[in-house]
């Protein structure tokens, strides 16, 4: 009986590669809807706050940065400012969700909620106060 060749093994070849979770992955499919909702959540901030500001004065907005833009820039102000923190927030959920998936829903669903207080709020103590 022949006896089988001896192969060398090194003990890294026995480790499976480590994957380090701050490397690039392709953008994931859920993804997606999770960026669609940061975008609607915070559109409908931006719809909300010019009727709620048109009916209450800027005096009524809590947001200094805001008011400012509005008293400097009338609606241009806060609107561009707006459209700027919307692209910037879509783009930083997006680089949360390729690096580190697990965190994408969290992040997102803060980006989320604080457009959705602001809607709530123009709501309420604009458009309905």
Avoid: C, H, W
């Avoid at 879509?90 to 803060?110: E, G, K, N, T």
């Amino acid at each position: 009986m022949t006896a089988l060749p001896r192969i060398a093994l090194d003990a890294a070849e026995l480790v499976p590669p480590r994957i380090d979770p701050a490397v690039e992955r392709p953008f994931p499919r859920e993804g997606r809807t999770l960026l669609l909702a940061v975008m609607v959540a915070q559109l409908a901030d931006l719809a909300t706050f010019l009727p709620a500001i048109a009916l209450t004065g800027i005096q009524a907005e809590s947001n200094p940065l805001a008011r400012q833009l509005y008293l400097v820039a009338g609606d241009a102000g806060p609107v561009a400012f707006k459209a700027i923190a919307v692209v910037a927030l879509v783009l930083l959920v997006r680089r949360v969700a390729v690096r580190f998936p697990r965190l994408a829903a969290p992040s997102a669903a803060i980006v989320i909620a604080i457009g959705l207080i602001g809607t709530a709020s123009n709501i309420i103590g604009g458009l309905l106060g």
